[in-house]
Structure formats: structure tokens, C-alpha cells
């Protein structure tokens, strides 16, 4: 006998009543899951179910909604849903129907930075023509990353090892988040519009895409193509590509190999200083080897030629030369000086007080050289002068006729070697050493 106060349902009632429960607790939610079951039959609905490690639930996606799907869904693929859950009562199945589904998680981020690529090099911002190269030398560079991150300390490490000349300036942003993209576009435009720096890295440590999804930003991409200043994008590890390293006029695979590309190594740059060095001495050398052999040739020209008007204007040659000399000395000792103060102002403010210190005393070491080699250069060219000067005197016939003899010469000037050059009644002149006699031929 039934109980009358007993209320008794049937299964139809019993899931009508589930149904309005779901369908009013649940009026409309997100769920993301992994893809399974994925079915569309010929009725162009879309029966799937979302899955999870632990559960899943049933789902249907009806026509013309399934239809309109920018993606083919299909087995493994992460989604994210929105629709209204509810209870299919011929057969108690509750079910979540969906008007709403798109890729989830690095899927979406990945199909929206292929569109966003895709769009940007169409409009030729990735072009190769319009990049511009880096400074051969830079002296300041500006670094636009997260100061507390692991990218910082590894650029800033490798430059203090290749070259620690560089001004390196760090330009604190957020390299990840919501407000990312608009911190790093702002700080980007601010650097280049000061005209303090030289290039301008953009740098990052790894992570996934959606830790990266910051530099994807299409703002970003723009303002580096649009920036005055070289931009070197150094963004994830090797195999992380973004907008910004597209956009960039370099881009590094690690933010190491980027401090690498932008300085040079010292060690190479002493090495080339070296060489100019020795290249220098050796070609001060020959050419002053080339001048002390113009010098000896002209010494054998005065000895053949011997006129006392040549001697002169040898001697004020050689005088002027000597003052050329002294001002090259001059000159090239004051550059010298000039450089040696500006490598000290500079390990100054970047090397320590021991080196400063061997480099005064190689300044003091290599003062006085100068001077000393153009004072026996000096003493060396006036003893040869003298010698010449001597020289001439002992072969010129005024000497001899200081000797007591004297030149006798026609009324012409033509100089009388034989008797048979006058007649009686000739007029001729006797040239003394301390004057001139008018004589008359008997």
C-alpha cells in the first residue's frame, strides 16, 4: 500500500527537476579542458567532451554555432568554452551546451602571433632594407629589461669582460604582464628621443609563450621599427622568436650573445693597438733613414760642386729641415702627451690606482726621449757641416793665393795661364789676397 504523504516521482519528473536546478545554479560559465570524443554528424552539430587528469564532462556545440569555428577542433587540442550547463532528460546525461570555443592557452597565443606577424611583414616592417647597422664603437647603450632578472646580470657580466669602457645604462621595465608592453613601448621612445645612446637593447631570460607574449605586442613591434636609434632585440632562449626580434635591426639569440655583438673584446683591441704601434716605429725608421740618405747625397753633391753660394743655401736647407724636425718632435710628442692624459682620465674612472700608477711612470719614462734623439741628431749634422766646410776651404784657389801667390786675369776677367795669352803693351789684373793690381805687359 502506497504512503500517502510519500511523494513519489518518475525519472522523466526526477530529471526535469535536475535540469531547472543546473540550468539556474549554472546560468552561464567558461570551462577549459583538452578535446576528446570529437564528433560532427551529418546534422552539422558538434559533440565533444572536455577532459581533464581526473573528469570530464559532456558537451554539444549545436548548428550554425559549430560552423563559424575559426579552428577545426579536433583530438588533444586545449579549449576554452562558454555555454550553459543543463541536463538532457531522455537519458539523465547532464551536458554543457556551448555557443562559444576557441584555442586555449599557447594555441590561441600561437594562431594570434602568426596573424599578427603575417599582417606586420605584409606591410614591410620586417623588411631587411630598411634596418639600420650598429655603430662600429658604442660608448653608450641603454638596456631595457627587468633589473631584477637573470638577463641583466648576464649582459651586464659579459660587458664587463669584453669592454668595460661602454656607459651602460640600465632602463627598468616589466618584461612580462598585462602592463609589459606599455612599459617597455614608453621607455623605448623616451631613450630615443634623449640621443643619449648609442643602440638600445631590448633583453629577456627564457620562458614560455606566454611568459614571451609581452614582446608580441604589435605597439612594441611598431615603435622599434619606428625608433632613431639601433634596436637590438634579445628576447628568450635561441629558439624563442618574437615581434620584437622581427622588428629589431639585430636580434641575438640569448641576451649573452647580444652584450658580445654590440662591444669588442679588449683583448682584440690590444692587439691591433699593438701592431699600429710597431707599424708606426717601423715607418719613423725608414723614413728617417731615408732622410739621413737625402742628407748624404747632398753632402757628395757640395764636395763636387764646392761654390761657397751653394754651401749656403745647403746650410739654410739643412737649418730648416733641423726646425721641421724639431716641430714634428714637437707636434707628435704633444699628441702623444695628449693621448697618454686621456687614457689616464679613463683608467681613472675605470681601472685601478696600480695601473694608473705604470702608466705614469711609462709617461715619465718616455718624455725625455724625444728630445735627446733630436739633440744627436742635431750635434751629429753639425759635425758634418763643419767636416764640409773645411773641406771646401782646402781645395779653394782664395786659399792659395793667401799663400803669397796671386791670379793675374785680362782686362775680360779671363784668367792668364800662359805667356803666349799676352803682348807687350797688354793690360792685365794681379789678384792678391788682400786686393788688386793693375799691371801693364812689358
Not at 146 to 165: M, Q, Y
Not at 227 to 256: I, K, M, N, Y
Not at 273 to 290: C, P
Not at 364 to 383: E, F, G, H, K, S
Request: net charge positive; hydrophobic share 45%.
Amino acid at each position: 500500500m502506497t504512503d500517502p504523504a510519500r511523494d513519489v516521482l518518475t525519472p522523466s519528473q526526477l530529471n526535469t527537476l535536475a535540469r531547472d536546478l543546473l540550468e539556474s545554479a549554472f546560468p552561464l560559465i567558461w570551462v577549459e579542458g583538452e578535446l576528446g570524443n570529437v564528433t560532427r554528424p551529418a546534422s552539422g552539430h558538434l559533440y565533444f567532451t572536455l577532459k581533464d587528469a581526473r573528469a570530464q564532462v559532456k558537451c554539444a556545440m549545436f548548428k550554425p554555432k559549430s560552423q563559424w569555428l575559426k579552428f577545426a577542433p579536433r583530438e588533444g587540442l586545449r579549449v576554452l568554452a562558454r555555454g550553459r550547463l543543463t541536463l538532457y532528460e531522455a537519458r539523465g546525461d547532464y551536458q554543457l551546451v556551448v555557443d562559444h570555443l576557441e584555442e586555449a592557452g599557447e594555441g590561441a597565443l600561437r594562431r594570434a602571433f602568426e596573424e599578427l606577424k603575417a599582417k606586420l611583414a605584409a606591410e614591410g616592417l620586417f623588411d631587411a632594407g630598411r634596418k639600420r647597422p650598429l655603430p662600429a664603437h658604442v660608448q653608450r647603450l641603454g638596456v631595457i629589461t627587468s633589473p631584477s632578472g637573470a638577463a641583466v646580470r648576464d649582459v651586464l657580466s659579459v660587458l664587463e669582460r669584453r669592454f668595460p669602457l661602454v656607459q651602460v645604462d640600465v632602463l627598468p621595465v616589466q618584461v612580462q604582464g598585462e602592463a609589459a608592453p606599455a612599459q617597455i613601448v614608453d621607455m623605448l621612445q623616451r631613450a630615443a628621443r634623449s640621443g643619449r645612446y648609442d643602440a638600445l637593447l631590448v633583453a629577456r631570460g627564457g620562458g614560455s609563450l606566454e611568459d614571451l607574449w609581452a614582446f608580441n605586442d604589435e605597439r612594441l613591434a611598431r615603435a622599434i621599427a619606428a625608433s632613431p636609434v639601433p634596436v637590438v632585440s634579445a628576447v628568450g632562449h635561441e629558439t624563442d622568436f618574437t615581434l620584437a626580434d622581427f622588428a629589431a635591426d639585430l636580434r641575438a639569440p640569448t641576451p649573452s650573445v647580444a652584450a658580445e655583438l654590440l662591444v669588442p673584446d679588449r683583448r682584440d683591441l690590444l692587439t691591433r693597438v699593438n701592431v699600429l704601434q710597431q707599424r708606426l716605429a717601423t715607418t719613423q725608421t725608414h723614413r728617417l733613414r731615408q732622410a739621413m740618405q737625402r742628407a748624404d747625397r747632398a753632402a757628395l753633391r757640395l764636395q763636387a760642386l764646392r761654390p761657397q753660394a751653394r754651401l749656403e743655401m745647403l746650410r739654410r736647407r739643412e737649418q730648416d729641415a733641423v726646425r721641421r724636425l724639431h716641430a714634428l718632435w714637437r707636434d707628435q710628442h704633444a699628441r702623444r702627451l695628449a693621448a697618454l692624459r686621456h687614457a689616464a682620465t679613463v683608467l681613472r674612472a675605470h681601472a685601478p690606482q696600480r695601473r694608473l700608477e705604470q702608466l705614469r711612470e711609462r709617461l715619465l719614462a718616455l718624455a725625455p726621449r724625444p728630445q735627446a734623439a733630436v739633440a744627436r741628431t742635431l750635434q751629429r749634422d753639425a759635425l758634418r757641416l763643419r767636416g764640409l766646410a773645411r773641406s771646401l776651404e782646402a781645395v779653394s784657389p782664395l786659399a792659395t793665393v793667401a799663400r803669397g801667390y796671386a791670379l793675374v786675369t785680362q782686362e775680360d776677367g779671363t784668367l792668364v795661364r800662359s805667356v803666349n795669352q799676352v803682348q807687350a803693351g797688354d793690360a792685365v789684373n794681379a789678384r792678391l789676397s788682400d786686393g788688386t793690381l793693375k799691371l801693364r805687359v812689358e
